[in-house]
């Protein structure tokens, strides 16, 4: 049988005028990289929330290691490293004041505390306090303090929202390098993309019910995900087609006059411009930045939102 | 339930540096220092007066500040690091939420001690130069002065715990301060209008026992005046004209049974509220 390390059994959650979770079943096994997906707003955080007991659940269990959070907290929160959405720390400390804070209550060596800072970047701020720093900074303290004395279960929630690119990346590095110790990783993104290249597993929140969870490999097949550029051409769309593959972009799926360019956001400004100088009429275009919320519609069979709107970067 | 009482260090570590640095508590500090040393300079007629004559002048004060510093201390514990959210963090490692609490009331009442006994020690020390016949009496002045902080700093976090927002614990922090500031003028009020009689200073003179008493039990100003008196051993007090007479059942053990209720129920039922909330 599976050894599952955190699991929740029909856990329920109905705030005052809202009904958050409703019934989710979660099994993450021991050493995964766990994907947990939805749009803003399905019921992520709480569901998290409700796993470290920080938010009592109104109907049923969660279990860390076989431990009911609800009841043995202390024993079950040991050796979990958790970093919650957006979070800001103690303005009169310094980030190792911080990190030492932290350590202590985690019963970890001291020793960590300047390791992992350097691990962040933010060695060279050591001493400044909290207060002066950018969000992105005081996101990476708190990356830094979830990886205090090597935890077991590292939980992050929307880890990369407030981080560069070039940080987001290196915390995608920071999460292989900890799986590859033992870690077991679970974290929460509203990014399919995020997501689709790390994780093993992955589960799908919406409205506060899983939709499937499945393997990453059977969930992405059902999606594309991938950001693109949806451009519809005023007239036949062969002509674009042709100049688009001449161009390079290869990526290419043709619904009628619309067609969808598989590309990176960076190089849709190239893709116009390309279009414009080969004099084809472009009527209308949009990009999908591979959000969840358009994978998703794709994932249940729905048409994303209508063309028109300009979204994402 | 084992508690670990070396959580609770770490968190009124954490409280304690996070608070002493901010600036106004350093203000605060010296606000008392030189206030007290003024009300002495002003009692004393060029000289400074002696610590028995100073208490009784400064008390008033320090009834209206240390409330102050003990509320703006308290009001924001729960609510404000569930809002940032550094409770979450916190709260997510191997500790209990009686450990975080109780952390937060010894790291929080040591800023608050520190500044009484750097506040009105330093300005106690001054005085001592001049005279130090009383100084066990002043000792217990900064005591109470302490426990007077502390039962605020205990109702403040209980609201923290209790309600949702920053603003509304704010709110409430106010409204506490307030009850402080009027509840003994509104027990005066009520005696004053259901006793019949007409010479105000002799009825204010003749407290009847009932009156007494919940004065003791409900105004905390009140009740932390009368204490730092008995601490002088005084047990009657001239001001404005009123001659008041301590009866002998008011005694400085039976306050400080009432102060320790004062702080360690708000602190039980914040525990409660902290207990059962989601962050």
């Known amino acids: 049988m599976t050894e599952y390390i955190i699991q929740t059994k029909a856990l329920e959650k109905k705030f005052k005028t809202v009904h958050a979770v409703r019934g989710v079943d979660l099994n993450v096994e021991k050493g995964d990289i766990y994907g947990f997906l939805g749009p803003n707003g399905a019921g992520k955080t709480t569901t998290i929330k409700m796993i470290l007991d920080l938010v009592h659940p109104t109907a049923g269990e969660v279990y860390i290691n076989g431990l009911n959070p609800s009841e043995s907290g202390v024993l079950a929160r040991q050796g979990i490293g958790y970093l919650p959405e957006r979070a800001q720390f103690y303005r009169n400390l310094t980030a190792y004041q911080t990190m030492e804070f932290f350590a202590e209550l985690k019963g970890a060596d001291k020793a960590e505390c300047d390791e992992l800072l350097a691990k962040v970047g933010m060695d060279k701020w050591r001493d400044e306090k909290l207060g002066t720093f950018s969000k992105g900074m005081v996101q990476l303290v708190g990356v830094a303090q979830a990886l205090l004395g090597n935890p077991q279960i590292l939980i992050l929630d929307e880890p990369t929202s407030g981080l560069d690119p070039r940080w987001a990346r290196a915390l995608k590095d920071i999460i292989l390098e900890m799986n590859g110790k033992g870690t077991t990783v679970f974290f929460s993104s509203h990014l399919l993309f995020e997501v689709q290249e790390l994780c093993k597993h992955v589960a799908i929140l919406n409205k506060g019910e899983v939709v499937i969870e499945d393997t990453m490999h059977r969930v992405s097949e059902g999606m594309t995900g991938k950001p693109k550029l949806v451009v519809r051409i005023a007239g036949d769309s062969a002509p674009a087609v042709e100049v688009l593959k001449n161009g390079g972009f290869t990526e290419l799926e043709i619904h009628g006059q619309v067609i969808d360019i598989f590309i990176h956001s960076e190089q849709k400004a190239q893709v116009l411009k390309l279009l414009a100088l080969e004099n084809i009429d472009v009527e209308d275009f949009r990009t999908e930045d591979g959000n969840l919320e358009d994978a998703f519609m794709e994932f249940i069979g729905e048409d994303s939102k209508p063309g028109g709107e300009m979204r994402g970067n | ?279």
Do not use: H
């Not at chain 2, 040393?37 to 002003?42: A, G, T």
């Not at chain 2, 009686?98 to 106690?124: D, P, R, Y």
């Not at chain 2, 001592?128 to 005591?143: L, P």
């Not at chain 2, 932390?224 to 002998?248: A, N």
């Open chain 2, 1 to 279: 339930m084992a508690i670990n009482f070396n959580n609770i260090k770490t968190i009124a570590k954490k409280e304690f540096m996070d608070n002493l640095r901010s600036k106004w508590i350093m203000v605060l500090t010296i606000i008392f220092i030189l206030l007290t040393l003024v009300m002495s300079f002003v009692q004393g007629g060029g000289g400074l007066s002696s610590m028995e004559v100073t208490v009784v002048g400064i008390m008033a004060i320090a009834s209206m500040l240390v409330p102050i510093i003990a509320i703006m201390l308290g009001y924001n514990t729960i609510t404000g690091e569930a809002e940032s959210g550094s409770l979450l963090v916190v709260l997510s490692n191997p500790i209990t939420r009686l450990e975080v609490l109780l952390g937060k009331f010894v790291g929080l009442g040591s800023v608050l001690s520190t500044s009484i006994l750097l506040g009105f020690g330093i300005a106690g020390i001054v005085i001592m130069v001049e005279d130090s016949s009383n100084v066990s009496g002043y000792m217990i002045f900064m005591v109470l002065t302490i426990l007077l902080g502390l039962m605020f700093l205990s109702l403040s976090m209980c609201f923290s715990s209790l309600l949702k927002r920053t603003v509304m614990s704010l709110g409430a922090g106010i409204g506490i301060y307030f009850w402080g500031m009027i509840i003994g003028t509104v027990l005066m009020g009520v005696y004053l209008a259901t006793t019949p009689g007409s010479d105000l200073m002799s009825m204010a003179n003749n407290m009847p026992d009932w009156m007494m008493t919940s004065m003791m039990l409900l105004s905390p100003m009140d009740m932390y005046q009368t204490s730092t008196m008995l601490g002088f051993s005084m047990t009657s007090l001239s001001t404005g004209g009123f001659s008041v007479s301590l009866p002998d059942y008011i005694t400085l053990p039976r306050l400080l049974v009432i102060y320790s209720v004062w702080i360690i129920v708000p602190m039980i039922a914040g525990y409660f509220f902290f207990n059962k909330r989601d962050i």
